[in-house]
């Protein structure tokens, strides 16, 4: 006979299964809005209106730096989740830390490459082109903003709840979003980005 515990934990992994189900709808839709992002950039390349190009606009070092913070931070991410699983809370507390400082580094250089574009007068209303480029890769910028404010969040319930379940079951799905954010960076990197400098 199932007592009403085991009936209480089956509901709990099924809403925990419903809600990674969820989610991943929810990246397949965000990955349509980059798509579609890549879609347009690709299409207005060449739409610079007599404006800069872009080997006059991107300095591949810079770029680089904002790369390897965010990949990185993957990989501080993918420590943090590791300690979750071991149940070591300072741990994981810690390398979510981690990630959160790789992640403000990379907003932090890529709202000064935009500012920096505005200041020499390439900003998004001076060309089809300027335009795609700066709705792609701020669309990215407030995902990985948003991706810390979540960060965020999950350490204070770690601190507060400890790593339940329902918590651990939290931090995979910030998790999944996190690399989500990476793999569309390699994505602006190899099409914004490298044919520049090829």
Known sequence: MITVAELIREHEEESLENRAYGFWLYLMTDAIIFALLFATYVTMFSNTAQGPKPVDLFDLQHVFIETLCLLISSVTFGFAFLASVQKKLASSVGWL???????LSFVVLEVSEFLEMINEGAGPQKSGYLSAFFTLVATHGLHVSVGMVGIM???????????????CSRLFRLGLFWHFLDIVWIGIFSVVYLPVFI
Do not use: E, H, S
């Open 97 to 103: 830390l981690i990630t959160l400082v790789f992640g």
């Open 153 to 167: 969040m999950m350490t204070c319930q770690i601190l507060f709840k400890g790593l339940t379940k329902p918590v």
